[in-house]
């Protein structure tokens, strides 16, 4: 089992940036992807980026160029940087794990992130 947690989330004037920290711990099986995703109010989760162990990266559309995900596979944690933040942007950002070969998949519990004046 795997646990999923975290941090950096808030309050953000459009324009402003945020970075967004995860760290697994439990029974972490590689290779294996890590990434985030959000969904907003009324709206279905969707893709932010996702990142594999060996640093292969896909990022959505929507925040492709003004975003940054990174892994630190020693300390089982991803961070994602995202810069030029609009309002759109608005949503509660969960963290994911996917492991390739064996295991489940595991959200995070969400944090909340606010993109207003």
């Known amino acids: 089992q795997v646990q999923l947690v975290e941090s950096g989330g808030g309050l953000v004037q459009p324009g402003g940036s945020l970075r967004l920290s995860c760290v697994a711990s439990?029974?972490?099986?590689?290779?294996?992807?890590m990434g985030w995703y959000r969904q907003a109010p009324g709206k279905q989760r969707e893709l932010v980026a996702t990142i594999s162990t060996i640093g292969v990266t896909n990022y959505a559309n929507s925040v492709q160029g003004r975003s940054t995900i990174s892994r630190d596979n020693a300390k089982n944690s991803v961070y994602l940087q995202i810069d030029k933040l609009k309002p759109d942007d608005t949503a509660v950002y969960y963290c994911?794990?996917?492991?390739?070969?064996?295991?489940?998949?595991?959200w995070g519990q969400g944090t909340q992130v606010t993109v207003s004046a």
């Open positions: 439990g029974d972490i099986f590689s290779p294996n992807a």
């Open positions: 994911n794990y996917r492991p390739f070969t064996q295991g489940r998949s595991t």
